[in-house]
C-alpha cells in the first residue's frame, strides 16, 4: 500500500493532463487514508479480512473501541460537551467517547409532566427468535389494533427488522384488514428520499419536506381515520424527526431492539469479553436498548404533549433491561393482550372526554 501511494503521488505530480488523473486522485486519497488509519492502531483495533458475494476481497482496519482516537480529538479543545437524551448507560458511553473518572456526569431531570405519558410493558409477547411464527405476529398486532382503536390519531409502530414488519402487517391485514378507521402505512426496504419525505407527510400534512433537518410541523384538522405507520427501529423514522403534539401521540416498539449476529458485532463482543467481560453488553444490549430509547423519544416532543408508548417484549420486565430505563421510566403499566385495550382507554379518558 505504501509503495502504492508513493507511485500514485509521483504520477499526479508529473500528468496533470491524463485523463485518468481523476479516477486515480480518488483512489490515492482512499489509500491515503487507509495508510493514515494504519499509522493510528494499536491495540483497539482488530484487523480482518473477507471475501465478498461478487469476489471483492476486502482488509478492514476496525475500530472496536474509539475512546483513545476520540479522546485525542477533544484533547484539542479546552473542554468538550456531550448532549443527548439517550446516553444511557452513561459509564457505557464515557468509556467508548474517551471519558476520564474525572469528567463530568449531569443528569438534567426531565421538563415533561411523566402523567402525560403512558408507558407500558407487555408481559405475554416477546421478538425472540424462538418464540416467532404467527400466533406471535397475530398477538403484536392485536396489540396494535387495541392501542390505536381507543384514539383516532397517529401513531407509530418500530420492530427489528423489515422481515419481522412484514411479517405482523400481514397478520394485523388479515385480521384488521377490513376495518377503515385505521389507515396503515409501511416503510419499505431502500426508501428514496422522495418516498421518505411521502411517508412524513402523512403525520405532518405537508409534501415539501427536508429530512436533513428535524421537522417541526403540526397537523391542524382533525384527520378522519387514525394511522398506523409501520416502521424498522433504529432507522430514519426512529430519530431526527420531531413529531410535536397531535402529529404523534402513540409509539409501540416491538422487541428489544438487538441488533443482529454479525462478524463486526461478534468482534466486539469478543474484545469486551476479554476487556472486562461485558462483551455481550457492549456489542448488542447497550446499542439495542438505545434504540428503542431512540423510537419511544418521538412521542413527547413538547411540555403540551400527550401521548403513549408501549414496550411490546417480555424482557423489558427483566432486570437487566430495566437497570437501563431512564429516570423517567421509573414508573410503568404491565400489560396483555387482553387488558392493553382497557389501560388505554383509561390513559385517554384523563385528557379527553
Request: with cysteine; proline share 2%.
Amino acid at each position: 500500500m505504501e509503495r502504492l501511494y508513493a507511485s500514485m503521488e509521483d504520477y499526479l505530480e508529473n500528468h496533470e493532463e491524463s485523463p485518468a488523473r481523476e479516477e486515480v486522485l480518488t483512489f490515492y486519497f482512499q489509500v491515503a487514508h487507509f495508510l493514515m488509519i494504519y499509522e493510528k492502531m494499536d491495540d483497539k483495533y482488530t484487523v480482518y479480512t473477507s471475501l465478498e458475494a461478487d469476489g471483492t476481497f476486502l482488509i478492514r482496519l476496525f475500530c472496536v473501541d474509539p475512546s483513545v482516537n476520540l479522546k485525542e480529538c477533544m484533547n484539542r479543545g479546552i473542554s468538550t460537551i456531550l448532549f443527548s437524551a439517550t446516553l444511557l448507560p452513561i459509564q457505557y458511553y464515557k468509556s467508548l467517547l474517551g471519558g476520564t473518572s474525572e469528567d463530568y456526569e449531569v443528569y438534567a431531570s426531565s421538563t415533561f409532566d411523566p402523567k402525560k405519558r403512558a408507558l407500558m410493558v407487555a408481559r405475554d409477547v416477546t421478538s425472540r427468535y424462538t418464540r416467532r411464527g404467527t400466533e406471535e405476529y397475530q398477538k403484536i398486532a392485536k396489540y396494535l389494533h387495541e392501542i390505536v382503536l381507543k384514539r383516532k390519531g397517529n401513531y407509530l409502530a418500530f420492530f427489528p427488522s423489515h422481515v419481522f414488519l412484514k411479517n405482523v402487517y400481514e397478520q394485523y391485514q388479515n385480521l384488521y384488514g377490513g376495518d377503515d378507521t385505521v389507515e396503515c402505512i409501511i416503510q419499505s426496504d431502500h426508501m428514496r428520499e422522495e418516498e421518505r419525505e411521502a411517508f412524513i407527510s402523512h403525520f405532518v400534512g405537508n409534501e415539501e419536506l427536508d429530512l436533513s433537518k428535524e421537522i417541526h410541523m403540526e397537523i391542524e384538522t382533525e384527520e378522519e381515520k387514525g394511522l398506523l405507520g409501520f416502521c424498522v427501529m433504529g432507522g430514519i423514522f426512529s430519530e431526527g424527526i420531531d413529531l410535536k403534539n397531535d402529529s404523534l401521540i402513540g409509539a409501540v416498539i416491538v422487541g428489544t431492539g438487538i441488533p443482529l449476529v454479525c462478524k463486526e458485532r461478534e468482534l466486539i463482543r469478543k474484545f469486551f469479553d476479554e476487556r472486562d467481560g461485558e462483551g455481550y453488553d457492549y456489542a448488542y444490549l447497550y446499542p439495542g436498548m438505545n434504540k428503542v430509547l431512540q423510537a419511544a423519544g418521538r412521542v413527547i416532543r413538547t411540555q403540551e404533549d400527550v401521548g403513549i408508548v408501549a414496550l411490546l417484549d417480555e424482557r423489558f420486565l427483566y432486570s437487566s433491561y430495566q437497570k437501563l430505563f431512564p429516570r423517567e421510566w421509573k414508573t410503568f403499566r404491565v400489560t396483555s393482550v387482553d387488558t392493553v385495550g382497557t389501560e388505554t382507554e383509561a390513559f385517554w379518558n384523563q385528557f379527553y372526554d
